[in-house]
């Protein structure tokens, strides 16, 4: 249900003040020159400081990690834990789905609960259990992990969840898709009954809302933008070209419209590759990012591509997620994701927090359908251009075998004039 008498007075909260967090929250969020809360801060804060589960449905960008990141830091401070190095107690988790999104909202956690006292910690798979086996002694008012990871380092026992009284899903929608719900089943049968529950997901399906309903005590929905939207402050296009020019057409476009950085997804692993090497001897400096590489590699390549040393991070769907830079103005689809809602996440990366944002879509003559389901999605038609030079060929010359069938009355037509034929020329010889 959608408490709407809050929606509305939280329409009206444009300004922190309104929040009553402690001088050293202000302080922080002054540092951070977070001036106003964004609407899901403003929808969410509320809810969360008087104690209620809350559903949240904002699209990655939108500041959500502040939403759930800073009522929490508010009511873990005014409660402080004596931390005694026995102690192997976790106060609040924060769950997500993948590695980088637990190092981004680690990273943005830690600034908002400096001089809190609070001790935050992240933990995820692909480093060494032994750095985070040290960060767990005296346990940790927040920790922020992936459910893999976090079930060894229960198995270990590192941790106790027994006394977590919050427990923050950041992204389920991606959860559920990785494929996460016996591990997060395994984690919720740790964590006492009695806890505060605030879930967020870019996309807002009814499996999502039934989980929420499952694990949560009469969750408040939260929305900010309408289920399965994008931002306004991106702009879209699709520009469809043969499958067998789409690298020749990315290097143009970023030569010619001098991008300098460019997130662009593939499908597949091998794809994210093959096409940073093609880019590499068209002389862009493009690195791909993908589940093959170590976590050092990813974060280097992240690293490098933040800092503007690459120009063009080439990623699949589950490296990019949790990617997060204030101003990235391009996205770009090299293929089409098979599943619409990855689409929202894709270019969910580009136009944040208010910043400008294009994303494209080079799309060939096999993926219309794919393109179809993302507009069902977003109950929109998205803009499609072609580019001159790059203008796809006529469907049959693209690929024989994926021409569209023609119908069986046309084929039977032609066979029966394939029969004629054999039969007149038989006439004739006779
Ligand atoms: P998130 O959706 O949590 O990944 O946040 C997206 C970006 O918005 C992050 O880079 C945050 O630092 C930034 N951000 C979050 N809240 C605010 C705010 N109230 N004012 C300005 N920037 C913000």
Redesign the pocket.
Known sequence: MTDKTMLDASENVTSFDSFAFSSTIYQNLTA???????PI?ARAIPHVLDGKDILAGAQ???????AFGLPLIHKLAQEPRERESHSKVIRSLVLTPTRELAQQVFD?LVPLAKDTGLKVVVAYGGTSMGVQTKNLVGGADILVATPGRLLDHQHNRNLTLSECEYLVLDEADRMLDMGFMPDLNRILKRLPKERQNMMFSATFEQRIKTLAHRIMNEPVEVQVTPANSTADTVKQMVYPVDKKRKHELLAYLIGSRNWQQVLVFTKTKQGSDALAKELKLDGINAVSINGDKSQGARQKAWDDFKSGKVRALIATDVAARGL?I?QLEQVVNFELPYKAEDYIHRIGRTG??GHAGFAVSLMSHDEQYLLEAIERLLDTRLPQEWLAGFEPSPVSEIDPDRAPRRNSRGADKRKMKAKLKIHANRGKKR
């Open positions: 951070l020159h977070y001036e106003s809360p964004t801060q990655t960008g939108t500041g959500k990690t502040a943005s997060d204030q944040r927090a």
